[in-house]
């Protein structure tokens, strides 16, 4: 096999298992346009680290934290609904990398690689990000498991039982934020939701306790790589969406399944 | 036994939207004493529920706990996404540091032991009730404060309830503070009623309470007659309420 096929697949693997437990409390604590968020303002993270030349994967995990930190601080003074707030970062950072980058004319960025993906363009330095920023994200969430799911089931209950309840929900935000940002790579900003959230629905119909579904989501998004790297190779399709495809299918064929809760 | 109280909220006050929610509340909670904080509606008792667990900060006033109290609480609803995969089993475990034949014991005592391996979102009101009841006894609280237990269960239901927070309090001897809006179902069950208007308007035994003139202008007279007609039956017959009593079903029964 080619070696840029084999970086694509560890990449990809890579990135699936770590947005699976991480999808399932997107999934359930209902953020998924929070990730929405955070991925389109990936792009500006993209912008600034050509602007201050710096390395671009660490650029866009810097943006997604502050942006995922200004968001929880915008949340918490209530100044407009949640969902509005949520729609206005979101198009407005996508806008303004959009036109940051347009500023560029000597650099050449290839906008369709950041925004789809470009999966098999992983270079060895990728797939040390990949590993390196998710095995972080891994020990943490072990570490962390029993409080952010007592903070996901209720919040009051969960602070009068001595959860550090704010602190607990600045962490799944920087999870979620160090995700996206390694995430990019494989499916690109427009599509990085995708990928936490479907192979963690499609779990759902399987598991019977949180950490089932965790691990099953991982393992549905690594089979989602295998078959959309494949599909890619043999049909010469864009292989960021073909991974989508081949989630959104799995996702179906669990719904032919009868509903085992 | 150490006779300082579990908790004593002095000169509490709380704004919120420019209204006075909760004015200059006092009051204290001892060890293994049933108390039951009774009011209208939107009359902040959630809100003291509140700022009695430490949820919400008051903007004048103290809440001393005692040292080390230990608290077991138990939500007025607990909504848990259809999303999340929960059964009854695992939220227990949840409890920092139980183990499996503490959670058998808790839900036992509940009697809904049976429920172990259910899915928390198919439980009905009253099991889900039981099961945050059973959940909060895994922590072997000094303190259980229960706000409105006994919402969504139907009346037969409610009593059952109580009766289990009464024997719950002699077993595990853990003081109670509960939030409830009818105070003729918990009156047997309770030593304290504080009746809340965003200021206390009279608080004590139940009896006392219930024949406090500012109860009565709380309530109407209608749900005083209530309460008396209670008390009328757990009390001798002779009672100075008796006449009132005897006449109101009368007047309801014209062919008696």
Not at chain 1, 77 to 83: F, G, H
Request: glycine residues 6%.
């Amino acid at each position: 096999m080619a070696d840029f096929l084999v970086r694509a697949l560890l990449g990809g693997l890579g990135v699936a298992a770590i947005a699976g437990p991480l999808g399932a409390f997107v999934v359930w604590r209902r953020m998924a346009y929070f990730g929405d968020t955070l991925a389109h303002s990936a792009l500006l993270g993209i912008a600034i680290g050509i602007l201050f030349d710096i390395n671009l994967n660490l650029a866009v995990v810097i943006c997604c934290v502050v942006l995922a930190l200004l968001l929880v601080s915008m949340q918490r003074r209530r100044i407009i609904a949640t969902d509005t707030l949520l729609g206005i970062m979101a198009h407005s950072a996508l806008s303004l990398g959009l036109v940051a980058i347009s500023f560029f004319p000597n650099v050449r960025v290839d906008l369709m690689s950041y925004l789809f993906g470009d999966l098999l363009a992983i270079s060895r330095e990728d797939l040390w990000w990949i590993y390196g920023g998710g095995l972080v994200v891994m020990l943490v969430l072990i570490k962390t498991w029993d409080w952010l799911l007592a903070f996901t089931i209720n919040e009051d209950l969960a602070r009068v039982e001595g959860v550090p309840v704010n602190f607990v929900h600045l962490l799944l935000m920087l999870l979620v934020a160090t995700v996206i940002a390694i995430a990019m790579k494989i499916v690109g900003v427009l599509l990085i939701t995708s990928l936490l959230i479907i192979p963690a629905a499609t779990a759902r119909r399987v598991s019977n306790t949180p950490e089932r579904m965790a691990a099953t989501a991982s393992l549905l998004g690594m089979v989602s790589v295998c078959l959309g790297l494949l599909a890619s190779y043999q049909w010469d399709t864009p292989a960021g969406p073909s991974v989508v495809v081949a989630a959104a299918l799995l996702f179906s064929i669990s719904h032919l399944l009868p509903n085992r809760q | 036994m150490n006779t300082t109280p579990l908790i004593s909220l002095d000169k509490l006050n709380l704004h919120l939207n420019n209204r006075h929610i909760i004015q200059d509340v006092s009051f204290t909670i001892e060890e293994n004493q049933i108390t039951t904080l009774i009011g209208p509606n939107g009359s902040g008792k959630s809100t003291l529920v509140r700022l009695l667990l430490g949820l919400q900060r008051p903007d004048s006033g103290t809440i001393s706990n005692r040292s080390d109290l230990r608290i077991g609480y138990m939500p007025q609803k607990l909504h848990i996404e259809p999303t999340l995969p929960l059964t009854v089993e695992r939220f227990m475990k949840l409890a920092a540091g139980s183990r499996r034949s503490e959670i058998e014991e808790a839900l036992a005592q509940v009697r809904v032991g049976h429920l172990l391996k259910n899915p928390m979102q198919q439980l009905s009101g009253g099991e889900s009730q039981r099961v945050m009841l059973a959940r909060s006894l895994l922590r072997k609280p000094q303190l259980l404060v229960l706000d409105e237990p006994v919402q969504g269960v139907d009346v037969t239901g409610q009593i059952e309830l109580y009766e289990l927070i009464s024997r719950i309090r002699d077993k595990y001897r853990c003081a109670v503070f509960m939030v409830s809006h009818d105070l003729h179902l918990v009156m047997a069950s309770t030593d304290k009623v504080i009746c809340l208007n965003h200021h206390i308007c009279c608080s004590g035994h139940p009896e006392k309470v219930s024949n406090d003139p500012s109860f009565t202008a709380l309530f109407g007279a209608k749900g005083t007659a209530n309460l008396a007609l209670y008390s009328h039956k757990h009390n001798h017959q002779h009672d100075t309420h008796g006449d009132v009593i005897v006449d109101q079903p009368c007047k309801d029964h014209d062919h008696g």
